[in-house]
């Protein structure tokens, strides 16, 4: 099973590596509606813990996704969502 934790840092590993991605390539390998699911909730979660900032020029066009923290700031905030969530409260 795929757990929403799991999956912020699957999707924080992926911005440390590029400056950037579109919102639609963390959906392209996805095969389950469970994995779609976890991974949008992964990404809201992200912006509400201010680690990724989501950018649209304009209607319609590509939505770039940025890391909005350094890796220390990183690493603080998610020692301490993880803390929050317990191990197994944030699967799906």
């Known amino acids: ?3 929403v934790t799991d999956q912020v840092q699957h999707i924080m590993e992926i911005l440390n590596a590029s400056e950037s ?7 392209t ?7 779609v699911v976890v ?3 992964a990404i809201l979660e992200l912006m509400r813990l201010k680690l990724l900032r989501v950018q649209q020029a304009r209607h319609f066009e590509t939505i770039r996704i ?7 700031a ?5 020692k301490e ?6 191990s197994d ?3 799906f």
């Open 21 to 27: 991605v579109t919102f639609e390539s963390f959906f």
């Open 39 to 41: 991974t949008f909730l």
């Open 81 to 86: 969502y993880q803390q929050a969530m317990g």
């Open 29 to 35: 390998v996805l095969n389950t509606k469970q994995e």
């Open 89 to 91: 409260s944030s699967e």
């Open 1 to 3: 099973e795929m757990s």
């Open 66 to 72: 940025y890391k909005a923290a350094d890796q220390e």
């Open 74 to 78: 990183q690493d603080a905030i998610l």
